[in-house]
């Protein structure tokens, strides 16, 4: 069983940076493929980002390229999603989630936290 915990949400303005952290626990987290998604209100949920289990292969939508980055640090168990010129539209409740498959990512994820609200004002 794998358990994750968001955590870096909160309320900015139009053009500022965010870091969201994903804190995951579980016997054999550090070898599973990590990634970011999103949902905005009354949209459907939409993949941000992956990383592969050692870190070494990411992924992006092209909605975020560019603007965002995913990392992790496998000594803390934890990845990160940097947000960079953050834009109203990239309001939303931010999610992690894992699996033993980077790419199933794409699509979603064997675990799931419970989501961090993002609110970008203009």
């Known amino acids: 069983q794998v358990q994750l915990v968001e955590s870096g949400g909160g309320l900015v303005q139009a053009g500022d940076s965010l870091r969201l952290s994903c804190a995951a626990s579980?016997?054999?987290?550090?070898?599973?493929?990590m990634g970011w998604f999103r949902q905005a209100s009354g949209k459907e949920r939409e993949f941000l980002a992956s990383?592969?289990?050692?870190?070494?292969?990411?992924s992006y939508a092209d909605s975020v390229k560019g603007r965002f980055t995913i990392s992790r640090d496998k000594a803390k168990n934890t990845v990160y999603l940097q947000m960079n010129s953050l834009k109203p539209e990239d309001t939303a409740i931010y999610y992690c989630?894992?699996?033993?498959?980077?790419?199933?990512?794409?699509?979603?994820?064997?675990?799931w936290g419970q989501g961090t609200q993002v609110t970008v004002s203009s």
């Open positions: 990383i592969s289990w050692t870190g070494r292969s990411t």
């Open positions: 579980g016997r054999t987290v550090s070898t599973y493929a």
């Open positions: 989630a894992a699996d033993n498959d980077q790419r199933s990512l794409k699509t979603g994820g064997s675990y």
